[in-house]
C-alpha cells in the first residue's frame, strides 16, 4: 500500500515506468523513496526515470508455501540498478528457469499487472525476446 | 555509552522457563513464571522491583500482535505481576540486548532500584508462524512481500548467497554454526534441541530447503517460553545471593565496536560470545562487523575447535537460537550474563571475565559486554 511518499513509484510503475527519487543537490537516487535526501539532507527531490537496466545483484529460492499467489520454488533476487552502485531493489526473475539465475547476469524491467489497478516493476535476463518494459 | 557507565550496574537475578514447539500454556503464564523465578533468584521479593522493561514485539508474519495473545507488554506484565509502586516502566523494541540497554539507563539515573527485563515469545498453535495473509503491504514490505518475501529468512537466504560468490564459502563451512549450535545445545537443559543429539553433515546437506541456499537447519524453531533478568546498582548488587554480571558497556549497530573501548577492553579480552543466530549466516555477519576476522574470513573462523566449548572463542554456548530454540536474544542474554556470573553449569568457559553478547539485525542490534569483576 503506497503511501505520500511512495505514491509516485507506484503511479509511474502503473504507466510502465520504472522512476526513483533523485537528490537534486547532490544526484543520490533514493531506494524506498524517501522525503528527504538521506545524504546530504536536501529536501528537493525530482523523480527520475530509470533505465529499467541492471544487474542481479543477489537472490534466493523460497521452497515454502507462505505467501499468497507464490507457487514454490521461486526465486527473490535482488537487482542492482544501472544508474547507481548499490541502488538495490527486490524482483522475482521472469522469463527465467530457477537453474539458470546467476549473479551478475544483466537484467532489465518488465511490469506485471496484479489486479485492483497495481502493477509490480519486475526484471527478466536481458534478450529474452519479451520487449522490455512490455 | 558514556564510559562512566561502566560497571555501574549488574544482572543479580536470572530464570528461563521451558521451552515447547507448542504449547498449552498462554504467553501471560510463562511471562509470569519467567518474572517470579527471576526476582527469587536474585534474593529478592515483588515488593522489590519498581522498574520494568519489556521487548514485546511477535516477529512471526503471522502475528496478531494481540496483548496477552502472542505479546505481552509492559503494562500487562505490570498489571499481571501486580508491580503497584513501579517507578519506571517501558518497553522497547523486538531485540532483547535494548531492554538490558535501557535498564541500565534507568538505574544510573536513579529512576528505580531494581528493574525486571522480561522477553517471552509465543508460537501460535493453530496457523504457520511465517504465513502472510496478503501480498498487500505497507512500509518497506510493499517493496518485498508483493516479490514473495516476508521478513523472515529470505534476506538472509540473499546475504548468503552474495557472500558465498564474494568469498567462496560453502555449504559446509556453514554447517559449523549449525552444528556447534547442536553440539552446544547438548549441555543445556532447556534447549529445544538437547535430546536430538549431534547434527551431521550428512544430516544437514540432505535437509530440506526453506529459503535456498538456507536450508531446515539454518533457522531457529519457534517457540513458546520465556526468560527474564533482574538488574540494579552495582552497590545494590553486592548484597545478591549469586556473583553478578556487571554491565561494562554496550554499543549500537551503527558501530559495533564501540562496545570494546566503551568496556574498556579490547577484542582478545572477550572470553565467550552469545552472537544473535535465528538465521546461521548472521554469525557470520557478526563476526566481520565485531572484527573478530576480517571481512571475507568468518566461513573460515567459525569452525572446529576454536569456537566450541574450550576454544579460544567458544560462541553460543548455550547452543545459540538454532539450538535452543527462538527466544528472538533473549537466551543469548541469559547465556551471556550466567558465564559473567559463573553459573553456566557444564557450559562454563573459565576465567569467562568478559563475556559478549549480540542481539538484532543489521541495521537494529545491541551488543552488550558483562564483566564478573566490576574492577
Known amino acids: 500500500m503506497p503511501d505520500s511518499d511512495t505514491a509516485p513509484y507506484w503511479t509511474a510503475a502503473a504507466q510502465r515506468i520504472l522512476s526513483l527519487p533523485q537528490c537534486r543537490a547532490c544526484g543520490m537516487i533514493l531506494f524506498p523513496p524517501k522525503a528527504r535526501c538521506p545524504d546530504c539532507l536536501h529536501e528537493h527531490l525530482e523523480w527520475t526515470v530509470l533505465s529499467g537496466r541492471g544487474t542481479l545483484y543477489s537472490y534466493c529460492v523460497m521452497h515454502m508455501r507462505l505467501i499468497p499467489g507464490f507457487e514454490p520454488p521461486y526465486v527473490v533476487g535482488v537487482v542492482e540498478l544501472a544508474e547507481q552502485a548499490g541502488l538495490r531493489i527486490t524482483t522475482n526473475l521472469l522469463h527465467c528457469a530457477v537453474e539458470t539465475v546467476r549473479i551478475g547476469m544483466p537484467l532489465e524491467v518488465v511490469f506485471e499487472e496484479r489486479g485492483e489497478g497495481i502493477t509490480a516493476p519486475q526484471f527478466q535476463p536481458v534478450g529474452t525476446g519479451q520487449a522490455p518494459g512490455a | ?375
Open chain 2, 1 to 375: 555509552m558514556d564510559p562512566t557507565l561502566r560497571n555501574r550496574t549488574a544482572v543479580v537475578g536470572v530464570s528461563q522457563t521451558p521451552l515447547e514447539r507448542r504449547s498449552a500454556r498462554s504467553i501471560g503464564a510463562v511471562a509470569v513464571e519467567a518474572a517470579l523465578n527471576a526476582i527469587a533468584d536474585a534474593g529478592l521479593t515483588r515488593a522489590d522491583i519498581d522498574g520494568y522493561v519489556g521487548a514485546p514485539a511477535a516477529p512471526g508474519a503471522s502475528a496478531l500482535h494481540a496483548d496477552g495473545v502472542d505479546e505481552v507488554s509492559a503494562g500487562f506484565m505490570v498489571s499481571a505481576l501486580g508491580l503497584k509502586d513501579a517507578s519506571w516502566v517501558t518497553d522497547v523494541d523486538g531485540m532483547a540486548g535494548g531492554m538490558v540497554v535501557a535498564a541500565v539507563q534507568a538505574l544510573a539515573t536513579g529512576s528505580c532500584r531494581y528493574v525486571l527485563a522480561l522477553r517471552a515469545l509465543y508460537n501460535p498453535p493453530d496457523r504457520k508462524y511465517s504465513e502472510s495473509r496478503t501480498t498487500l503491504a505497507a512500509g518497506p514490505d510493499q517493496f518485498t512481500l508483493p516479490y514473495g518475501i516476508g521478513p523472515g529468512g529470505g534476506r538472509f537466504a540473499q546475504w548468503l548467497q552474495r557472500y558465498m560468490y564474494d568469498h567462496g564459502a560453502s555449504r559446509q563451512a556453514l554447517f559449523e554454526i549449525a552444528g556447534l549450535a547442536r553440539e552446544h545445545a547438548q549441555h543445556n537443559p532447556l534447549a529445544i534441541w538437547r535430546d536430538a543429539g549431534a547434527l551431521t553433515l550428512d544430516t544437514y546437506m540432505n535437509a530440506r530447503w526453506i529459503n535456498e541456499p538456507m536450508c531446515l537447519y539454518d533457522s531457529d524453531m519457534p517457540v513458546t517460553g520465556a526468560a527474564a533478568v533482574v538488574m540494579t546498582t552495582a552497590e545494590r548488587a553486592t548484597g545478591s545471593p549469586h556473583r553478578p554480571a556487571y554491565i561494562a558497556g554496550y554499543a549500537n549497530s551503527a558501530n559495533p565496536t564501540a562496545v570494546f573501548e566503551v568496556s574498556g577492553i579490547t577484542r582478545r579480552d572477550v572470553r565467550v560470545a552469545q552472537i544473535y543466530d535465528g538465521y546461521a549466516p548472521m554469525v557470520w555477519l557478526w563476526l566481520e562487523r565485531f572484527g573478530f576476522c576480517g571481512v571475507g574470513e568468518a566461513h573460515q573462523f567459525a569452525a572446529g575447535d576454536r569456537v566450541r566449548l574450550g576454544g579460544e572463542l567458544p560462541l553460543n554456548t548455550f547452543g545459540g537460537a538454532l539450538g535452543e530454540g527462538r527466544l528472538h536474544g533473549m537466551g543469548h542474554v541469559r547465556e551471556a550474563a550466567l558465564q559473567a556470573m559463573g553459573r553456566a553449569g557444564p557450559r562454563q568457559v573459565r576465567d569467562a571475565g568478559h563475556s559478549l553478547v549480540q542481539v538484532g539485525i543489521p541495521e537494529r542490534s545491541w551488543t552488550v559486554v558483562f564483566s564478573a569483576d566490576p574492577g
